[in-house]
């Protein structure tokens, strides 16, 4: 029943948004990967699953906020039971690690859809990246890392809008960024937040 309504919402997506996908280079089927993405509004995450093939899709679980999602009844039973949804709780709202649970499913062999900035932008382009994606990158390194690029989503549905507006998107997925032995902290961050970027502007 999951995966028939997981199914349905991404077609639902594609007929709404388009969520036309646009690829720089060829992604191949079996590679655990990690999905990193600006973020404008609630549609963002099931535009991205809209815009993989199946074969691509399977494995993936989209990296939430608890405290939104969690926070009715419908939206918990669209994470939990169609979406499968990785929790994490925002700085100050719980304790340990938030990165633990998108440890946990990377072990398990889950693919991630993860936005850096850590909360929707107002802007053309995303904020600065939070450290998160450069610690899983060093811990899991045998995982993709592959930069994401929505385009006309925070039109679709602005912030504090709950109805989506119909409007033709486009998901563009980046050559898988690689890790440079040695490199700091605020430049891999800065490499990465420029990859998206790149991807919205060619």
């Known amino acids: 029943m999951s995966s028939l309504l997981r199914t349905a ?65 419908l939206r918990s039973f669209v994470a939990r039971r169609v979406l499968d949804v990785v929790f994490v709780d925002r700085q100050g709202q719980g304790t340990g690690d938030p990165l633990d649970p998108l440890r946990e499913a990377l072990r398990e062999g889950a693919s991630l859809v993860i936005f ?52 033709l998107c486009r998901v563009g997925f980046g050559t898988p960024l690689e890790r440079v032995p040695g490199e700091e902290k605020d430049a891999f961050l800065q490499r990465a937040r420029d990859a998206v970027i790149t991807m919205g502007n060619s």
Request: proline share 9%.
């Open 9 to 73: 919402l991404v077609w639902l997506v594609r007929i709404v948004v388009g969520a036309h996908p646009r690829y720089m280079s060829a992604l191949a089927t079996g590679r655990q990967r990690i999905y990193f993405s600006n973020h404008t509004s609630h549609v963002d995450t099931m535009a991205i699953l809209a815009a993989l093939p199946a074969r691509l899709r399977r494995g993936v679980r989209p990296v939430a906020a608890r405290d939104y999602w969690d926070s009715s009844s």
């Open 116 to 167: 850096p900035e850590g909360t929707r932008g107002a802007g053309p382009e995303p904020g600065s990246f939070r450290s998160g994606i450069f610690r899983l990158s060093g811990e899991f390194p045998d995982v993709e890392l592959v930069p994401v690029n929505l385009s006309n989503l925070n039109r679709v549905m602005p912030k504090g809008k709950v109805i989506p507006v119909p409007l």
